[in-house]
């Protein structure tokens, strides 16, 4: 593989950082455009582990890459490069962001993520035990921990700079965006996931759930941004291996969040340190979701 097996933290000199989330770095390149840098930071519990994943990075970015333009007949989006040699040469100088870059256009992003759910699990499937509903939305009675949903639900949040985002209903929603942004967010969403879900089954993969966030460029055109259909921001599962009734093995992040959850840590920080076992097995997983959504791998 080319690049840098691992990056926590990223400095590019003469680039202003204008943000540093739980995993990308994010500098401003021109007025209009602005560097997204991968890391291989891996939050869980709103918390930054300070055990990097090797590759993760790359991965989010190969994989973005992949879907942006796997659904460029569904969505405008802010992509307009990730191959680092086009890059400018002001980001060609730092080798160590070289697979792990995407050079985007500079939007006004909505306060919201735009989630959708095929499948009853996570805080949806907490939801429905408490409620009988996921996000407002009434659901049968009987179902089981990761069934298929009857079709998919749009239970969008709100975006929290630190601590939890928050489910919220769509009367709220509306309300933050009004209703005719509202109303084209949610179709958006919804067929985003339904190509990629169908796209993902024909690659053996189940997309169970994931979040969109878009954003408006200079002329008031909506783009999908950030990352898109990755282990990060969606869960995957075998289709070969998927039986409702219990949680299921997984291609993403629920990886680490089991194995957090037999430690006796209160899900504050500082968050504990990972073996080396549970990190290279996340990367093995992350690796292996590229691979069976694109048919390649890594390089």
Sequence with gaps: MTGALTVSETKIQDLPLIHRGKVRDVYEVSENQLLLV?????SAFDCVLPTPIKNKGRVLTALSKFWFAHLKNIT???LLTANFDEMPEIVRQNEEVRGRSMLVKKTKVFPVECIVRGYLEGSGWKDYLMTGEVCGHKLSENLKQCDKLPAPLFTPATKAAKGHDENIDEAT???ILGEETAGKLKTLSLNIYNSAAEYALTRGIIIADTKFEFGLDENGDILLID???TPDSSRFWSVENYAP????????KQFVREYLE???WNKQPP???LPNEIADA???RYLSAYKLLTGKELL
């Design 262 to 264: 037999t430690l006796d």
């Design 76 to 78: 405008r989006h802010h």
């Design 245 to 252: 009734g219990k949680a299921q093995p997984s291609f993403d």
């Design 282 to 284: 996340t990367t093995e």
């Design 173 to 175: 929603f509306t309300e």
């Design 271 to 273: 968050a504990p340190a």
């Design 227 to 229: 990352e898109v259909l």
């Design 38 to 42: 991968a890391t291989d930071r891996l």
